[in-house]
């Protein structure tokens, strides 16, 4: 049975990044367009304090300009620097400079930067906490935690981070297509799913009208996003 959703997800690949490459240049820049202006009238986009938010390729919806626009806000940005293992951190950028050709070709943080979104449950409240951190794990640090106040915290497992309110953080996620339930159709590399299965904020996938389906094939492992905005509206899913 996985053999065969794994068969069926990959010919699901193969198909929406061919259908993305056959767009024009202009349809491409005018659906971005579209995407760019409905994304800041989303009310998950204004509550935002901090965007998490991938480098766009070129076959996906462009993020350039909502990066741009975030930073001009004041919000606090950080996008994926991949590690091994199919993992990843989400490092805070302060300017579009801040990005260079990393792996894969995708735009990364620079190797200078290195605060982290971090992600932190207490068994006690059972509830995440998110802070920025400036030091290696199990270390020290100065952070900037979500509450708005610089105080020490202890990296990854220490327990004096600052808590988040869910629609505070926003993740903006990549996918070659969604469905109706938020499942996501990623590039077989796990990377989102690994991050997202503690994330405690909002999850916005962005695509092309045509790749939101009305269902996918899923595997147990594979996290559903909140909702879907497409150059034609915003999608509300069943969610996590």
Do not use: W
């Not at 919000?75 to 792996?103: C, Q, W, Y």
């Not at 869910?166 to 070659?176: E, F, I, N, T």
């Amino acid at each position: 049975m996985e053999a065969l959703i794994s068969e069926k997800k990959q010919r699901l690949r193969e198909s929406f990044k061919q259908k993305r490459k056959a767009l024009s240049a202009a349809e491409k820049r005018e659906r971005d367009r579209k995407i760019f202006s409905l994304l800041q009238d989303c009310e998950a986009f204004k509550r935002a304090k901090t965007l998490l938010i991938y480098c766009s390729t070129p076959l996906e919806p462009d993020t350039g300009e909502i990066i741009g626009l975030s930073l001009r806000l004041k919000k606090h940005v950080a996008v994926p620097r991949t590690k091994e293992k199919g993992d990843m951190d989400f490092v805070f950028i302060n300017s579009l400079s801040d990005l260079r050709e990393g792996r894969y070709g995708i735009p990364e943080p620079t190797a200078e930067l290195r605060k982290i979104f971090l992600k932190e449950k207490t068994d006690r409240e059972k509830q995440d906490r998110n802070c920025i951190d400036t030091a290696d794990a199990g270390g020290e640090a100065d952070v900037f935690c979500e509450n708005g106040r610089e105080k020490n915290c202890r990296s990854k497992s220490g327990s004096n981070a600052g808590d988040c309110r869910r629609a505070d953080v926003l993740c903006v996620v990549p996918g070659l297509c969604f469905d109706k339930s938020g499942s996501r159709i990623g590039y077989g590399g796990g990377y989102y799913d690994r991050f997202l299965k503690d994330f405690c904020g909002v999850v916005m996938g962005l695509c092309y009208d045509e790749c939101f389906l009305e269902s996918i094939p899923r595997d147990g492992h594979d996290i559903s996003v909140d909702l879907v905005l497409t150059e034609t509206g915003l999608k509300k899913a069943d969610g996590r």
